[in-house]
């Protein structure tokens, strides 16, 4: 076969690969959704596509190799048990006006159409020797991983903050040191809801700034 060579020395054949992965990785990116717990199915993933995310989030970027994501893997019982756990810290720790009923059992609800909720958070260094924000940086970019593998295996996700997500209330339920960081909540799942349609508010021409 008649392969192409140019002038950086990379074969045809090896650009078309690596097109070939652009476009495979773009069209991920691209189409990755929000999709809420509401509209999913209750259709069960399967535990080893669970942990092939939880492999993509291990090789996330992270200064001086401190890999400060941490994950808790709620299924079956031990996710409603959580769902209702949540609801009742949002219930002890909510002023009276502010409380109601119908977010409570929105939040117990949650649980009741996904297969898997993975309780993302940041693990503190005793040294704290890597800034906060660039171990914080590296948990998001692991949660990115997640929800891009997700979308790439046809699993619905949503990263939520919602709740009691960030309050110390949650922290001491899941008795973490003083230091450490909940990210979020992963909510994964199938849907058989068409994902809705993708749109960016800010266009990218006023986010760049060319200096050539």
């Not at 069209?27 to 959704?33: L, N, P």
């Not at 535990?47 to 401190?66: C, M, N």
């Not at 959580?82 to 502010?98: G, I, S, V």
Request: net charge neutral; aromatic share 8%.
């Amino acid at each position: 076969m008649f392969i192409h060579r140019g002038a950086t020395g990379k074969t045809r054949s090896n650009y078309f690969c690596s097109m070939n992965e652009w476009n495979s990785l773009h069209k991920i990116v691209t189409g990755r959704r929000s999709i809420k717990p509401s509209l999913m199915n209750g259709k069960k993933i399967d535990q080893v596509a669970v942990q092939q995310l939880l492999e993509l989030a291990d090789w996330a970027p992270t200064h001086g190799r401190t890999e400060p994501w941490r994950f808790i893997v709620y299924a079956g019982e031990s996710l409603k048990k959580f769902c209702q756990q949540h609801a009742d810290l949002y219930q002890a720790y909510t002023d009276a006006d502010k409380f109601t009923t119908a977010k409570y059992k929105g939040i117990i609800e949650n649980g009741e159409k996904i297969s898997h909720l993975v309780l993302v958070y940041m693990k503190r260094q005793p040294a704290q020797k890597i800034p906060l924000i660039e171990e914080i940086a590296a948990v998001a970019a692991a949660v990115e991983h997640i929800l891009l593998g997700a979308e790439a295996l046809d699993i619905a996700s949503l990263w939520s903050t919602g709740g009691m997500t960030h309050h110390e209330s949650m922290k001491k339920m899941l008795e973490l040191a003083d230091d450490d960081l909940v990210m979020g909540l992963l909510y994964l799942g199938y849907s058989d809801e068409p994902a809705p349609e993708g749109k960016r508010n800010i266009p990218l021409s006023e986010k760049i700034t060319w200096n050539n």
